[in-house]
């Protein structure tokens, strides 16, 4: 019922016209469409509607053949008692088949409510006294016997029933939660909308193989997209200096105050003259270690003449030891 009411809202002029000479019976009729009938599962006679299925089973399907009735376990068939006969011909056969059996139906005098008139017979009757068709579209459909939730939007998708919808126009609410209507029977679209105002439908997202180049293409269209919405949020917006922004807000609060102390904790005084000796030595040792970097030694290019080098004073060159052996021969020779 709550499907009827949604498309009772979409249309202005929602209206049934019941034999407007007879207000007893117009009155009685209205009044009836107002109440809700539940019937219990399985209980055929208080549906009206199982009653024209068992005209049509009755009569029209039963000429058809093939036809194995409305408990195909049961072999109740026009081969009684026997496996049915499969109907020869392919689906469109069937389909002609079945508009003439339906044609039969509405074309038929019939007993009880019609008085004798056949179904089209009354059907015209109704429309010289004028009775009209309401149209109303798949769309229309789908949105009255939908469901109603909400999702976050990601980037310009919402998931439902484990599918995933995509629309450009949803990139503008990126994690924004909005509510959602869709029809289980045909979860094709997703009408997408914020408070009362229709977003966009969107349709199943587009899947795309690994190495598809086309969707390297539809990424990059949805990134200029994403830009583009951005850049203009960026013209109608000022530049913002942060830091100023928070230094006004802090300034607006006031600072914590100072909090009292209960316990000093310090060392005992033993403790204190370990530690001041400790810091005099080594406040020596850096004094010391200062004035030594801060020696300067006099460097003098001219050598005194009683220098000696350590490193060279033992090294012989070639000529000095031609003369040590000529020496050494004369030496020998005086002696």
Not at 291 to 316: P, T
Request: glycine share 6%; charged share 30%.
């Amino acid at each position: 019922m709550s499907g009827f009411i949604e498309m009772a809202k979409m249309i202005k002029d929602f209206d049934v016209s019941i034999l407007q000479d007879h207000a007893e019976v117009s009155d009685s009729v209205k009044a009836e469409s107002a109440r809700i009938i539940r019937a219990k599962p399985y209980n055929a006679p208080a549906k009206p509607i199982e009653g024209i299925f068992s005209v049509l089973e009755g009569g029209p399907f039963a000429m058809m053949p093939g036809w194995c009735g409305g408990n195909r376990m049961r072999q109740k068939t026009h081969n009684v008692g026997k496996a049915p006969i499969p109907f020869r011909g392919n689906m469109v056969d069937f389909k002609e088949t079945m508009e003439t059996s339906l044609d039969f139906y509405h074309k038929r005098p019939q007993s009880g409510s019609l008085s004798g008139k056949s179904p089209f017979q009354v059907y015209e009757e109704f429309i010289n006294k004028g009775w009209a068709r309401i149209r109303v579209s798949p769309e229309a459909l789908m949105f009255a016997f939908s469901m109603e939730d909400s999702r976050v939007v990601d980037r310009g998708y919402v998931n439902v029933q484990g599918k995933t919808f995509y629309h450009d126009n949803l990139l503008a609410y990126s994690q924004k939660r909005l509510t959602i209507k869709y029809a289980k029977f045909n979860l094709k679209y997703v009408v997408v909308l914020d408070g009362p105002k229709i977003i966009c439908i969107a349709p199943e997202a587009e899947r795309f193989g690994f190495l598809d180049t086309e969707g390297a293409k539809e990424q990059a269209r949805r990134n200029k997209k994403m830009n583009s919405y951005v850049s203009g949020l960026k013209g109608q917006t000022n530049e913002i200096n942060l830091v100023e922004e928070m230094k006004r807000h802090a300034d607006t609060k006031r600072n914590p105050p100072e909090a009292p102390i209960s316990h000093n904790v310090e060392l005992a005084p033993e403790i204190k003259q370990i530690i001041a000796a400790i810091q005099e030595a080594e406040s020596k040792e850096i004094q010391e270690n200062l004035g030594k970097r801060n020696e300067k030694k006099e460097l003098n290019q001219w050598l005194e003449a009683d220098y000696i080098n350590k490193y060279v004073q033992n090294v012989r060159y070639t000529d000095d030891e031609d003369k040590v052996q000529e020496q050494i021969k004369i030496e020998g020779a005086k002696s």
